[in-house]
Nanobody
Framework: QVQLVESGGGLVQAGGSLRLSCAAS????????MGWYRQAPGNQRELVAE???????SYGDSVKGRFTLTTDNFKNTVSLQMNDLKPEDTALYYC???????????????WGRGTQVTVSS
């Protein structure tokens, strides 16, 4: 069983910063991808940032230049530094991972419960 636990959400004024963290635990053999999605009320879930096992990091267009994703492969954690936050960044932020729990077995998608980020104008 794999668990993803997020922390670091909260309320911040526009222009401020927040840092989200996510720790993956359980019988993890391989992490193929790990990152963050977000979903605002009435909107579809969208990619914020992700890191793949090749070391490639990609960002959603709306956060490029403001958000930075970092990973600690030894600790199976991923963090998202969010700077210059805007009211439109308000959403529930979900940590996700694409992982294998058995050698040679299939990969599965795992999701955290989400952490709320609210940016006031």
């Amino acid at each position: 069983q794999v668990q993803l636990v997020e922390s670091g959400g909260g309320l911040v004024q526009a222009g401020g910063s927040l840092r989200l963290s996510c720790a993956a635990s359980g019988r993890i053999v391989t992490i193929n991808s790990m990152g963050w999605y977000r979903q605002a009320p009435g909107n579809q879930r969208e990619l914020v940032a992700e890191s793949t096992s090749t070391g490639r990091i990609s960002y959603g267009d709306s956060v490029k230049g403001r958000f930075t994703l970092t990973t600690d492969n030894f600790k199976n954690t991923v963090s998202l530094q969010m700077n210059d936050l805007k009211p439109e960044d308000t959403a529930l932020y979900y940590c996700y991972g694409i992982m294998k729990t058995t050698i040679g077995g299939p990969q599965f998608n795992y999701w955290g419960r989400g952490t709320q980020v609210t940016v006031s104008s």
